[in-house]
Every structure is written in C-alpha cells, then in structure tokens.
C-alpha cells in the first residue's frame, strides 16, 4: 500500500465518515471500511473506475471535481481525503476551504515540483521533469497547479488553516535508510518528492 494510505490509515479514526475526492477505483475506501469500519463516499470521474468501485461494494458518485462540493452540507463528514489531485484542479485554494467546510479534517497528498531531480532536470535539460511521482509528459498531463511543500504551507497560513500533521516521502527510493529518512524529515521540500498534510480550520497543537 502506498505510503499516503497507509497515513491515511493511521489518522482516520475507527468508525469515521469519510469522503474520498478522486478516489479512483476504490481502493482506499475499501481497505478503510474493511480495516476502520468507516462509512462515506467516494468521488470519481472515470466511469470505468467508478464500475469497478462499486463492484467491490461501495458508495460511488460521479462527478467533476472542479464543480465543488455543494452536494454536501457543512459538517458531513469527519474526513476528507485527497490524494494526489489537488495539483489537477482549476481552483485548488477553493476545493481546500470546500473540503474544509464538510469535514473536520482533511488529508492531502501531491507531488513535490521543487524535489531536487526537478530541479536538477529543469536547470540542466531545460524541459519539464518526468518522475515517478511526476509521470506525465508537458503536453498530456493533468497537473495544471504544481506546487511546493512552502506553496501549501504558505496557502495554510493565508487562509487560516492549521496543518495538524506532515509527512514527506520520496516514491524515488523504495528503502529509506535512516539518514536517508532523517534528511528528507530536515528538507522536505528539497528531497521528498509527495507531500502528506492533515489539515483542520479547527484549532489544535500542530505535530
């Protein structure tokens, strides 16, 4: 399981109502409701992975992410769950106060554009990275709003919304050693290539 969900895993609490934003084929939500016992819904726009979800049994509604999250009243749900899709929306800033606005908590997951091997493809071949978690060419990819861990923090800090937990992950290394692991905790915007935030409006101790 990808290091996201099993995150996703740890902070979602027992018997929770969640909402899952481009939540593809279900997976998440299926080891969520099997291993957490939680209830909700998921939100895709791929029909075909809409059928497979719902052939494993759960609650999927078709739709575009751009168009919000209206359906839903305030406070419907413990949690919202985004995984790497923030970066292909036309509005990310208004689907996060929209996520935060049904949910206690959100959980949000993208790629790192200032990882070093970005950098370092960019500064010496002066063409748009392809990467692991970058894995588009320019002219096909869903990512219209790539952004930085200080991207995000600085969208937080401008909208009032406090950052409860972060993680940075390198999909790049399938083994951390411990230094590798230590340094990516020391720099994350420079050697983690996704980025784990779980956010809340709410006022609580950040870790």
């Known amino acids: 399981m990808r290091m996201d969900h ?11 109502h969640v909402l899952d934003l481009g939540c593809g084929n279900g997976e998440l939500l299926a080891h969520l409701q099997q ?3 939680v209830t909700g819904y ?6 075909e992975k809409i059928n497979d979800g719902i052939a494993k049994g759960l609650s999927i509604i078709e739709q575009d992410l751009n168009d919000g999250l209206a359906r839903f009243a305030d406070n ?3 949690t919202v769950v985004m995984a790497r899709a923030l970066q292909a929306v036309k509005a990310p800033d208004v689907l996060l106060l929209d996520m935060l ?21 960019l500064g010496l071949k002066g063409l748009m990275p392809v990467s692991e978690a970058l894995p588009y060419e320019w002219y096909n990819t869903p990512n219209i ?19 409860i937990n972060r993680f940075a992950v390198s999909d790049s290394e399938k083994v951390h050693s411990p230094l590798m692991t230590a ?15 779980r956010v809340t409006k709410q006022k609580t101790d950040s870790c």
């Open 183 to 197: 340094l990516i905790r020391q720099a994350p915007n420079l050697l983690a290539d996704v980025a784990i935030y």
């Open 145 to 163: 709003h790539l952004c930085t861990f200080k991207d995000f923090e600085q969208l937080c800090a401008q909208h009032d919304i406090h950052i």
């Open 101 to 121: 606005r049904v949910a206690r908590e959100a959980i949000i997951t993208f790629p790192n554009f200032a990882h070093w091997q970005n950098r370092l493809h």
């Open 35 to 37: 291993k957490r016992g």
């Open 42 to 47: 998921g939100l895709e726009i791929d029909e």
């Open 76 to 78: 419907s749900f413990d």
């Open 6 to 16: 099993q995150l996703a895993e740890r902070w979602i609490a027992p018997q929770s």
